[in-house]
């Protein structure tokens, strides 16, 4: 009886265990099979910006919380700053939600890392996560509050006084913590916000000025003596020293030092007998053949070592004060050895053009031109443009001032001239069988150019342009004077030669009489200054032959010149002959227009009866011009200059 007492007792205290433990395990369960039911959700109790996100999945939370809190961010603030306000946003001002990273926080909430956290009753508010701007842009009526700081200087005089221009404090706000404060004030539904101003500081103090005056007065202290190859090479006084300093700031410093351009410039004078330019390889052309001059390198002044070598011998005193003239040598853009390498051997094509009657002018520009165009290069397979390689023609570039046509009509124009070149560049190319791009022809025939062989170029507007379409390189070589003009293209033999002809003249139209008021005519006076010429058109014609023979291309180049017109110049108070009128102020007119009047210019033609019989003087009269008028008869025409087309506004080309 005693056994079994003792057995009921401990299944009793069994049976007491197990109750317990299922107990315990039942009310484990529960949240157990809460939060498995939630894997991969939000736990229930989870909210952001007051908006409930139990049981979201992430995209589900992302999309709630973008909607949410960007509702929130886009909440006008009046903000308040030294008196003035204006409403914004933080969304205004660039505040933008984190959506992906606040709903990973979101989801994180509720349980713990590698396991799971008892969810009972389980209430958690996450703040949602923001993205801030890199700078805070106030609107203007806040901006104006703020003031930039203005950084201290050192000013240098020629003389080597220094004066250090004191820093002056801004005021502004710091972004951070305004923008925080702007963003707080909108997620807690606050209608206003004040800002307060901070000083912000100068980057370069009024210190760092007064430190960078005293290094001016050390760097001037005393003369500063040179040596060249370590001979002694003269000595610079202080007032020689001065004017090459130069002050440049570094973040928070103002840093003293010789400039390198200034020491250039000062020192390459006095040291040119040790210096030389470097020299490009060239050709010299014997007849049909070219053979290259060598290169030759330069010796120039290192200025940027010999300004350094300044500063540091500006900073020691006595005797420790000397600079070591610095030297580099310079090498040629062309060497012997790349010149050779092209392999122009030969002169391919030649061409020389007269310049006829031409001006000093004129013939100044085309000398510059042909220094412009000389030992230019034109690769296998490249196109060679006339614009491209001499540039504008600008009085800056050394261009003086020549003719144009304008209108059919002789205008002064800035770089009269180039034409010259382009044509004697054209001639070369033709004859040397290049395939031309782009030609276009003078306005006008111009006698002392190759019939139907001329081009003409402007500053943006006709080019001229050709293809080498040769395996070799081609070195231009141009050479002018005042009678000629000469371009060769240097190259290896071409196996080819050029047959030209010439198409008779067609399609000829007659000049016309053309009358313009010009104040350098006499009072009541017609003068023409240009008889006209007839216009008409012409087509050269090539054959490109090969050394065998054959015929490797034919191409043809069609001019259309335009009639040149007579101009008259009539002064103020004459008349015109029956059915004429002005065609308005002349063109080439340069003076000045004050009352110029071309309503009131021509005079009233008298009414004369003429006896039956009479006959006109010698010399004859425009019909319709009073007696004592000049006439062509009795005045000698201006025979114009040789110029270029070169297009000009209304300018036709022909």
């Known amino acids: 009886m005693r056994l079994y007492g003792r057995q009921s007792r401990v299944r009793a205290r069994r049976r007491r265990v197990l109750l317990s433990l299922g107990v315990v395990l039942a009310l ?91 969810s009972v009753a389980y209430s958690r508010a996450i703040a949602p996560v923001l993205q801030y701007p890199n700078r805070l842009a106030l609107p203007v009526e806040l901006a104006n509050v703020t003031q930039a700081p203005v950084d201290a200087r050192l000013v240098l005089k020629p003389s080597g006084a220094a004066i250090a221009v004191p820093a002056k404090a801004g005021v502004g706000f710091d972004p951070a913590e305004a923008l925080r404060a702007i963003t707080s004030a909108a997620l807690a539904a606050r209608s206003d916000v004040s800002l307060s101003t901070v000083p912000t500081p100068a980057a370069i103090s009024t210190a760092a000025a007064h430190r960078a005056k005293a290094r001016v007065a050390q760097l001037l202290s005393e003369p500063i003596a040179f040596t060249r190859r370590g001979q002694a090479a003269g ?52 007849g049909d053949r070219a053979s290259v001059l060598s290169s030759l390198s330069g010796i120039d002044l290192d200025a940027r070592t010999t300004a350094r070598h300044l500063t540091i011998a500006g900073v020691h005193t006595g005797s420790g004060r000397v600079a070591a003239l610095a030297f580099r040598v310079t090498q040629p853009e062309l060497t012997t050895s790349q010149a050779r390498a092209l392999g122009a051997t030969n ?19 085309v000398i510059l031109l042909a220094k412009l165009l000389d030992g230019t290069l034109v690769k296998p397979g490249a196109t060679f443009s006339f614009n491209t390689t001499v540039g504008p023609r600008t009085a800056e570039r050394g261009f003086k001032e020549g003719q144009a046509i304008e209108n059919g ?9 180039v034409c010259q070149a382009a044509t004697t560049v054209f001639d070369a190319a033709f004859y040397g069988g290049y395939p031309v791009t782009h030609r276009l022809n003078h306005s006008f025939y111009i006698s002392h150019y190759p019939l139907g062989l001329d081009a003409t170029v402007a500053d ?91 015929v490797l291309k034919e191409d043809s180049f069609s001019s259309r010149y335009i009639p040149e017109d007579a101009i008259y110049l009539v002064g103020k108070g004459a008349t015109l002959p029956a059915g004429q009128s002005l065609a308005g102020l002349y063109p080439g007119y340069t003076g000045s227009t004050d009352g110029v009047d071309l309503a009131h210019w021509l005079g009233t033609p008298a009414k004369k009866k003429k006896p039956a019989g009479t006959k006109p003087p010698a010399g004859g009269l425009i019909p319709g011009v009073p007696a004592g008028t000049a006439t062509p008869g009795s005045t000698v025409p201006v025979q114009p200059t040789p110029t270029d087309t070169t297009p000009v506004q209304t300018t036709t080309t022909g």
Not at 532 to 540: A, D, I, N
């Open 28 to 118: 484990l369960a529960i949240p157990l099979a809460h939060l498995l039911m939630q894997r991969g959700a939000v736990v229930h109790g989870v909210r952001v910006a007051g908006v409930p996100l139990g049981g979201a999945s992430r995209a589900q939370a992302e999309r709630e919380i973008t909607a949410a809190v960007g509702d929130e961010l886009q909440r006008d603030v009046t903000v308040n700053v030294a008196g003035r306000s204006a409403t914004l946003s933080p969304y205004d001002l660039g505040v933008r939600v984190d959506a992906a990273r606040t709903a990973q926080a979101a989801l994180d909430a509720g349980r713990l890392r590698g396991g799971l956290l008892f």
């Open 235 to 286: 000595r610079w006084p202080v007032r020689r020293l001065a004017p090459l300093l130069t002050a440049t700031t570094y973040k928070h410093v103002i840093g003293v030092q010789f400039d390198p351009k200034k020491v250039g410039a000062a020192l390459r004078p006095p040291l040119s007998e040790y210096l030389r330019p470097a020299k490009d390889a060239t050709w010299k052309v014997q």
């Open 347 to 365: 002169v391919v094509s030649r061409r020389t053009t007269s310049l006829g009657d031409s001006s000093e002018n004129r013939v100044f520009n």
């Open 409 to 417: 009509v002789l205008v002064p124009s800035i770089g009269g001239g």
């Open 460 to 550: 943006a507007g006709p080019d001229f342009t050709f293809v080498n379409d040769t395996e070799n390189a081609i070195v231009i070589k141009a050479a002018a004077d005042s009678q000629n003009m000469t371009v060769a293209f240097l190259s290896r033999p071409l196996g080819r030669h050029v047959e030209p002809s010439t198409s008779a003249q067609t399609s000829f139209t007659n000049p016309k009489k053309r009358f313009y008021a010009s104040p350098d005519a006499a009072a009541g006076q017609v003068v023409q200054t240009t008889d006209g010429e007839k216009g008409f058109s012409v087509t050269v014609s090539r054959k490109v032959i090969g050394d065998d023979g054959t």
